[in-house]
T-cell receptor
């Protein structure tokens, strides 16, 4: 059962515009949400996170929004840069089993110059 | 600062052969993890070690064994490799909940 879904395998945006990546989860017990970025032939690197007590977290060009009632989170990148081209994974974590971080299948973002 | 180091980076095995993937972290993290990444599947947890001396199964543990050798090192063993184990394997570590995972560069394994 896929507890974390990223329904868009790919996204292409123009440099300077906004990139919006989406993620849905099924279990309301998850209480910590993360985004990772992955370049080819490298391991994923942590980008930004949010706990369930918040609905928004910002870090520079990156903002994560959490809608708990819809079980939905999104990552906004503004403005998008060519160096942002990578695969983005959302991940979720729950206190019940806080070692079992579940990942979505990823969205490949391409930012065109 | 090496972070999380995995070896080997590439390996080709024949069905039935065994091998061990090695992982070491130098961040003094308590918890260590092994994930596999397959196309369209994201990353799936194989085994984890919440602290030195403990190991637990994750989402896809069948066909694998692990050893937490000490606080720094966590190895993953395939006793009898199968083509279904062809994948990219990532080791990760974490200081504690709810912190982020720090990943190694990955080990690409092909089983023929």
């Amino acid at each position: 059962d896929q507890q974390v879904k990223q329904n868009s395998p790919s996204l292409s945006v123009q440099e300077g515009r906004i990139s919006i990546l989406n993620c849905d989860y099924t279990n309301s017990m998850f209480d910590y949400f993360l985004w990772y970025k992955k370049y080819p032939a490298e391991g994923p690197t942590f980008l930004i996170s949010i706990s369930s007590i918040k609905d928004k977290n910002e870090d520079g060009r990156f903002t994560v929004f959490l809608n708990k009632s819809a079980k939905h989170l999104s990552l906004h990148i503004v403005p998008s840069q060519p160096g942002d081209s990578a695969v983005y994974f959302c991940a979720v974590l729950g206190a019940a089993n806080n070692n079992d971080m579940r990942f979505g299948a990823g969205t490949r973002l391409t930012v065109k110059p | 600062n090496a972070g999380v180091t995995q070896t080997p980076k590439f390996q080709v095995l024949k069905t039935g052969q065994s091998m061990t993937l090695q992982c070491a972290q130098d961040m003094n993290h308590n918890s260590m993890y092994w994930y596999r990444q397959d196309p369209g599947m994201g990353l799936r947890l194989i085994y984890y070690s919440a602290s030195e001396g403990t190991t637990d199964k994750g989402e896809v543990p069948n066909g694998y064994n692990v050893s937490r050798l000490n606080k720094r090192e966590f190895s993953l063993r395939l006793e009898s490799a199968a083509p279904s184990q062809t994948s990219v394997y990532f080791c990760a570590s974490r200081a504690g909940y709810p912190g982020e995972l720090f990943f190694g560069e990955g080990s690409r394994l092909t089983v023929l």
